[in-house]
């Protein structure tokens, strides 16, 4: 038996500490910090994701075996360097592989070495030679912060105008901090986005279900891009065919790429794909699981996930045998009214009950013995049904049982 501590506090990680709380193998459950819906399954302590002694005492002192860093920025600043060096066991990839993710001119660099289809990109360490390039572009284009950027710092200029102010934002103004000292300029790709998610040992990867997440804010793709506002998996448009050509052209050499540079990555890869009419292109790699995409897969997941973290780490993936259900998993996100912009926090939210499905806390805190709005993103209700139109009428049959001022939810999740 092992005593595990997840790191992090969104819908992400109440549904990893959901499905570690159903493994045979989990002694007692930690997570830091956690948030009000968590802390009904494991024990929290308010103490920052960056704060690895802090995490690090905590985490001796109530002899844990096991430390899931589960956000990026943790990942990327090195947390599983930092406790697998003092001698704990941590899931996620270490610093230089979690660079697929928090350097995307890395992560460029990376495809175009191994060639692993893309958008074709160009990179710009000055603002003035990304202006000069803007004179002969083909629009629309999609102008990006290298950094991470908490998923905003992606713009999609359909004219000159735009790109010019888009350049402004990030390399002048710096919206986004250090992440825009360099810009990447790409080609915009159409088509249908689909999420894949794999656990990867650094030799092997084994693929979750596929899914797709809808990232703008406001019904029929309207509106500002958010974290993502609710998913379903898997996607019916990523048939086998494509789960083919997903394998030989993008999952296998990347795994290849990884092992030739040299890097050791262990833990998840989510690949952000794009099925174009010139076949699937990786829009972005990310170091961890998704959100909202985690709260519709892993309640599909039948295998004990200890299982799956212990191969990864161990390098054994190939050894063991993975269990998903053929039932759809699906979750809708609750925000607060005026997310992904203006986001007022501190309601009272009241929950009437609810039948056959899982509610997941993102942004939820204790004030006085009370369950108040603590985040822009609220709540996921999840469900796992027989079919997509089964787990929409669920969720949607019940989502205003959940009740805070100014909550707001997409209404057209899963219609595809
Ligand atoms: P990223 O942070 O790279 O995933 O980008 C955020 C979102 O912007 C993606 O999920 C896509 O919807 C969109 N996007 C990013 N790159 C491109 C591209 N080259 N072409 C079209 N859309 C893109
Ligand atoms: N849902 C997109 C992400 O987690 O990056």
């Avoid at 968590?38 to 109530?62: P, R």
């Avoid at 629309?140 to 908490?150: E, F, H, R």
């Avoid at 039932?327 to 056959?356: C, H, M, Q, W």
């Amino acid at each position: 038996m092992s005593n595990v501590l997840v790191m992090g506090s969104g819908g992400r990680e109440h549904a990893v500490c959901h499905t570690l709380k159903k493994s045979k193998r989990v002694d007692k459950l930690f997570c830091v910090p956690g948030n009000a819906g968590i802390a009904e399954i494991a024990e929290t302590k308010k103490l920052s994701v960056f704060d690895f002694d802090g995490i690090y005492e905590y985490a001796k002192e109530n002899n844990v075996d096991l430390i899931f860093v589960t956000p990026d920025d943790p990942l990327a600043k090195g947390a599983v360097d930092y406790f697998t060096e003092r001698g704990i066991r941590a899931f996620g990839p270490k610093a230089d592989a979690a660079r697929l993710e928090s350097s995307k001119a890395f992560s460029k660099d990376f495809m175009a070495r191994h060639g692993i289809p893309t958008a074709k990109s160009v990179i710009f360490d000055s603002s003035e030679k990304a202006t000069e390039y803007l004179d002969n572009a083909r629009y629309p284009l999609v102008i990006k912060a290298d950094g991470l950027a908490l998923g905003k710092g992606v713009l999609i200029c359909s004219d000159r105008s735009e790109a010019q102010s888009a350049i402004e934002q990030l390399m002048v103004s710096k919206a986004f901090g250090d992440a825009g000292d360099r810009i990447l300029i790409e080609e915009f790709l159409s088509g249908r986005e689909v999420t894949v998610m794999a656990f990867c040992d650094g030799k092997h990867i084994s693929v979750m279900p596929s899914s797709q997440d809808h990232k703008r804010a406001y019904d029929g793709d309207k509106g500002l891009n958010t974290g993502g506002m609710g998913a379903f998996a898997p996607s019916p448009f990523f048939t086998e065919a494509k789960k083919s050509e997903f394998m030989e052209k993008i999952a296998l050499p990347t795994v290849k790429g990884l092992i030739e540079d040299g890097i050791d990555y262990k833990g998840v890869i989510y690949f952000g794909l794009m099925m174009t009419d010139d076949g699937l292109k990786v829009i972005e790699y990310n170091s961890r699981l998704g959100d909202p995409e985690t709260e519709a897969v892993l309640p599909l997941l039948e295998s004990d996930i200890m299982d799956i973290i212990d191969a990864c780490i161990d390098g054994k993936l190939d050894k063991i045998d993975i269990k998903w259900s053929d039932k759809t998993g699906f979750t809708v996100v609750i925000a607060s009214g005026g997310y992904p912009s203006n986001v007022i926090k501190g309601y009272e939210i009241s929950i009437g009950k609810l039948n056959d499905v899982v509610l997941f806390h993102a942004g939820t805190a204790l004030k006085d013995g009370k369950l108040v709005t603590s985040g822009g993103r609220v709540f996921e209700l999840s469900a796992v049904a027989d079919d997509l139109d089964e787990a929409r009428k669920l969720v949607y049959g019940q989502i205003d049982k959940i009740g805070f001022k100014d909550s707001r939810y997409r209404t057209d999740i899963g219609k595809v």
